[in-house]
């Protein structure tokens, strides 16, 4: 296979180009080593020529990210768009039989790496900042492309190609959302090196970096795309008896398995009791509580600020029970952390099943101690002008084993 004859005939002719790619021996491997690393680099490094050598800006001014941060967003953004594709391909993998098609995990990783071929060459419009817009408006044939070939590489009705395409690509944008979140991490400063293990098929994907690592739990992956599957079909039931509502709640259901909401989140009433009257001696001044829930995603939010004079601590305790499968499987709760720049310090590091992130400048201006727990509860204390360890002492008056053997309420 030639690399840029493969390209042009997958943008130009691809219901031609399809069987050929069904038909060709290959791994994952061979996928990633002969055509990924390739194409993925071209929005990686045009965007760090157009905002770190070009720059962007207007009305009279301009800008540019500095060198240094510039490379290590094109080397996070690359490894990480290259894990997108494999992620996707499981999930593409393990819908299959949801849309009368057949499973096969090469076919799906060949689906999604050949079909994401117009969005990574879009990218090369990032050389221009102010023409980026246009490699999104590019990246949208790349649905075109996956639809084209769902019903070659996956082996569903041709009927059944569209509903696939269109669950596949909400299972992107959940995707987009976790790779910003994972970028905005990982280039808070500069980074020497990285490197992505695991294998196809594998329970786990893991990208270390020397200030950490993460790691992509595919096992949980799997149990979400099922649950897809399961919701997909009835999503399927609904529409085929013309019961639209059953139809949406379906919909809602989807997006619901791809976050990994197990269950409602805590009433925010609940989360309330939750706050002390008194942290670390200072009385509770004022508190806020708000919830709230959309296709399948819901959460809870207690605030609370304690004080008296000069003195006051901030809590907050957070439930994102609806989001929570993001969490299990691509948020900071699975990484570890240990960075330290000449003004803060940040650490992120397991103890116990809790996930713990100290957040500090060393100037005393500001602290931040967040403790995620294990039912998806999300508890932090912060405070101006004082130390690390005051924090810690004031987050003793909150009762984490009490939430941690909290029930969480059932879906109704």
Same mark, same amino acid.
């Given at each position: 296979?030639?690399?840029?004859?493969?390209?042009?005939?997958?943008?130009?002719?691809p219901?031609d180009?399809w069987?050929?790619i069904?038909?060709?021996?290959?791994?994952?491997?061979?996928?990633?080593?002969?055509?990924?690393?390739y194409?993925?680099?071209?929005p990686?490094?045009?965007?760090?020529?157009?905002?770190?050598?070009?720059?962007?800006?207007?009305?009279?001014?301009?800008?540019?990210?500095?060198?240094?941060?510039?490379?290590v967003?094109?080397?996070?953004?690359?490894?990480?768009?290259?894990?997108?594709?494999?992620?996707?391909?499981l999930?593409?993998?393990?819908?299959?039989?949801?849309?009368?098609?057949?499973?096969?995990?090469?076919?799906?990783?060949?689906l999604?790496?050949?079909?994401s071929?117009?969005?990574?060459?879009?990218?090369?419009?990032?050389?221009?900042?102010?023409?980026s817009?246009l490699?999104?408006?590019?990246?949208?044939y790349s649905?075109?492309?996956i639809?084209t070939?769902?019903?070659?590489?996956?082996?569903?009705?041709?009927?059944?190609?569209?509903?696939?395409?269109?669950v596949?690509?909400?299972?992107?944008?959940?995707?987009?959302?976790?790779?910003?979140?994972?970028?905005?991490?990982?280039?808070?400063?500069?980074?020497?090196?990285?490197?992505?293990?695991?294998?196809?098929?594998?329970?786990?994907?893991?990208?270390?970096?020397?200030?950490?690592?993460?790691s992509?739990?595919?096992?949980?992956?799997? @149990?979400?795309?099922? !649950? &897809?599957?399961?919701? +997909? *079909? #009835?999503?399927?039931?609904?529409?085929?008896?013309? %019961?639209?509502?059953?139809?949406?709640?379906?919909?809602?259901?989807?997006?619901?398995?791809?976050?990994?909401?197990?269950?409602?989140?805590f009433?925010?009433?609940?989360i309330?009791?939750?706050?002390?009257?008194?942290?670390?001696?200072?009385?509770?001044?004022?508190?806020?509580?708000?919830?709230?829930?959309a296709?399948?995603?819901?959460?809870?939010?207690?605030?609370?600020?304690?004080?008296?004079?000069?003195?006051?601590i901030?809590?907050?305790?957070?439930?994102?029970?609806?989001?929570?499968?993001?969490?299990?499987?691509a948020?900071?709760?699975?990484?570890?952390?240990?960075?330290?720049?000449? @003004?803060?310090?940040? !650490? &992120?590091?397991?103890? +116990? *099943? #809790?996930?713990?992130?100290?957040?500090?400048?060393? %100037?005393?201006?500001?602290v931040?101690?967040?403790?995620?727990?294990?039912?998806?509860?999300?508890?932090?204390?912060s405070?101006?002008?004082?130390?690390?360890?005051?924090?810690?002492?004031?987050?003793?008056?909150?009762?984490l084993?009490?939430?941690?053997?909290?029930?969480?309420?059932?879906?109704?």
């Amino acid at each position: 296979m030639k690399l840029l004859q493969r390209v042009q005939d997958i943008l130009l002719k691809p219901k031609d180009t399809w069987p050929t790619i069904a038909g060709e021996p290959g791994d994952a491997t061979t996928i990633y080593k002969d055509y990924l690393i390739y194409l993925a680099l071209v929005p990686a490094v045009a965007g760090f020529i157009g905002m770190s050598l070009i720059g962007f800006g207007g009305f009279g001014f301009s800008m540019r990210v500095p060198i240094v941060s510039g490379l290590v967003s094109m080397m996070v953004g690359y490894v990480l768009s290259l894990v997108a594709v494999f992620v996707l391909g499981l999930i593409a993998n393990a819908l299959a039989p949801t849309f009368g098609g057949t499973k096969d995990p090469v076919s799906a990783l060949k689906l999604l790496a050949y079909g994401s071929t117009a969005g990574f060459i879009g990218g090369v419009f990032s050389l221009i900042p102010s023409l980026s817009m246009l490699g999104l408006l590019a990246s949208l044939y790349s649905i075109y492309l996956i639809f084209t070939g769902v019903p070659v590489l996956m082996k569903c009705p041709s009927e059944k190609a569209m509903p696939y395409t269109a669950v596949l690509i909400v299972c992107g944008i959940v995707a987009m959302v976790i790779l910003g979140t994972l970028s905005a991490v990982f280039t808070g400063g500069a980074r020497h090196g990285m490197m992505i293990g695991g294998r196809f098929g594998a329970p786990e994907v893991s990208i270390n970096t020397p200030d950490g690592s993460i790691s992509v739990n595919t096992a949980k992956i799997e @149990d979400m795309a099922k !649950k &897809v599957d399961e919701a +997909g *079909k #009835r999503m399927g039931s609904a529409r085929a008896s013309g %019961d639209s509502a059953a139809a949406g709640k379906a919909a809602a259901d989807i997006v619901g398995a791809m976050t990994g909401a197990a269950g409602v989140p805590f009433a925010a009433q609940d989360i309330k009791s939750w706050l002390p009257e008194k942290l670390d001696g200072l009385p509770r001044e004022t508190f806020e509580v708000q919830s709230g829930a959309a296709m399948g995603m819901a959460g809870s939010t207690a605030r609370a600020s304690y004080g008296s004079g000069d003195s006051q601590i901030h809590l907050s305790i957070t439930d994102i029970g609806g989001m929570g499968g993001l969490m299990g499987f691509a948020a900071w709760a699975n990484m570890t952390v240990d960075k330290e720049t000449n @003004d803060s310090v940040e !650490k &992120v590091y397991k103890q +116990g *099943k #809790r996930t713990i992130r100290e957040n500090y400048r060393k %100037d005393g201006s500001h602290v931040e101690f967040t403790v995620v727990l294990e039912n998806g509860l999300i508890v932090e204390v912060s405070d101006d002008r004082t130390s690390l360890d005051k924090v810690r002492q004031a987050l003793l008056g909150v009762d984490l084993a009490k939430m941690e053997s909290a029930e969480r309420p059932a879906k109704s």
